[in-house]
Nanobody, 125 residues
Framework: QVQLVESGGGLVQAGGSLRLSCLVS????????MGWFRQAPGKEREFVAA????????YYADSVKGRFTISRDNAKNAVHLQMNSLKPEDTAVYYC??????????????????WGQGTQVTVSS
């Protein structure tokens, strides 16, 4: 089993920044894909960004490209999401996800096996 614990959410004004972290523990794999997703009230969960653990290739949703940066810290077994120029429409619960079954980056929720509990991000206008 893999455990994922998110942290770093909070309340921020529009234009501000937040850095989310996802700590990975439990069973480890040599390589896997990791992603950040978000779910706003009344909306479906959507893809935000993904990274391959080995090599660090990344992929972003168009809505966050140029504002958000996903990165990984191999030494600390963590994945981060740096969010800049935040907008009210970024308000959502943000989830970290991981999958050891493949390394191709994907936006599909069903492609990720393990999920964290989520952390709330609220952007005020």
């Amino acid at each position: 089993q893999v455990q994922l614990v998110e942290s770093g959410g909070g309340l921020v004004q529009a234009g501000g920044s937040l850095r989310l972290s996802c700590l990975v523990s439990g069973r480890t794999f040599s390589d896997y894909r990791m992603g950040w997703f978000r779910q706003a009230p009344g909306k479906e969960r959507e893809f935000v960004a993904a990274i391959r653990w080995s090599g660090g290739s990344t992929y972003y949703a168009d809505s966050v490209k140029g504002r958000f940066t996903i990165s990984r810290d191999n030494a600390k077994n963590a994945v981060h999401l740096q969010m800049n120029s935040l907008k009210p429409e970024d308000t959502a619960v943000y989830y970290c996800a991981a999958d050891p079954r493949g390394v191709l980056l994907t936006v599909r929720l069903s492609s990720y096996t393990y999920w964290g509990q989520g952390t709330q991000v609220t952007v005020s206008s």
